[in-house]
């Protein structure tokens, strides 16, 4: 089973860290694997046949011979246990209770920070805008939580919260540098640890993946 080819589908702007945090398992695992366009953008849905075959239609989408599944988390964790660590390089934390909170972080930074996201898309890291809005209050008490957890977790220039580089550094230098490239005031240490993920191999790969000249439209233009 494990030999089965592994395809990973992503949207066509490679914007989303949810996509970046799956195809950084993949690499990091040393596992050979293809990339497809899953959407041409997020709020179109995924292709017909994607939809049918995940059920819930969202990209990113891991396919593993005829098996399709959906959700970056169930990705990762679907990745981990059959390449398991005993044969490939893990990309969640060995010890039970850093897993545990690798795993919280990962949930909570899919769900929360909402303000944050909204007005410092993923979008503006890749396409830079001639004009940013400062921060509203809410999205500036997003990032202060943000800024409060990473310190709390001693994020540096090592790069890596737990005791190695895993998929929980990926999201987490994503919200960062949401942050960080918008222009607002991180504390040092913290954008250490956002480039020194930015710089490994497998994350600067995504991240530096060829993209569409120009950002996507609005929908509805
Ligand atoms: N919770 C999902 C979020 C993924 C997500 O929001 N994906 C966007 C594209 S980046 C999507 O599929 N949107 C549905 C759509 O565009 O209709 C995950 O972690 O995989």
């Known amino acids: 089973m494990a030999d089965e080819p592994l395809t990973l589908y992503v949207e066509a702007f490679w914007l989303s860290p949810w996509a970046c945090s799956a195809f950084v398992a ?4 040393g596992l050979a694997f293809q990339t497809g366009i899953a959407m041409l953008r997020h709020g179109v849905g995924a292709k017909p046949a994607l ?3 995940t059920l819930t239609g969202t990209a990113p989408v891991l396919q593993h ?3 399709f599944v959906a959700e970056s988390l169930a990705i990762i964790d679907y990745v981990e246990d059959t390449f398991a660590p005993d044969a490939w ?3 969640l934390p060995a010890d039970r209770r850093d897993r545990a909170r690798a795993r919280q972080l990962l949930a909570w930074l899919r769900i929360s920070l909402t303000a944050l996201r909204r007005e410092r ?13 400062p ?3 809410a999205a500036q008490r997003d990032l202060d939580d943000l800024v409060y957890v990473a310190e709390r977790l001693s994020a540096g220039a090592s790069g890596a919260l737990f005791d190695a580089f895993g998929v929980v550094d990926v999201d987490l230098a994503f919200a960062l540098q949401r942050a960080i490239t918008g222009g607002a005031d991180v504390p040092p240490a913290l954008a250490a640890y956002a480039a020194a993920v930015w710089s ?3 994350v600067h790969e995504y991240v530096a993946h060829p993209r569409p000249p120009n950002p996507p439209l609005p929908l509805g233009a």
């Open 200 to 202: 490994r191999p497998s």
């Open 65 to 67: 011979g005829t098996f």
């Open 135 to 137: 921060l509203s209050p």
């Open 51 to 53: 939809r049918e075959k």
């Open 121 to 133: 898309p993923t979008e503006h890291i890749f396409y830079p805008p001639r004009v940013r809005a």
């Open 89 to 91: 390089r893990r990309v």
């Open 26 to 29: 993949l690499r990091e695992k």
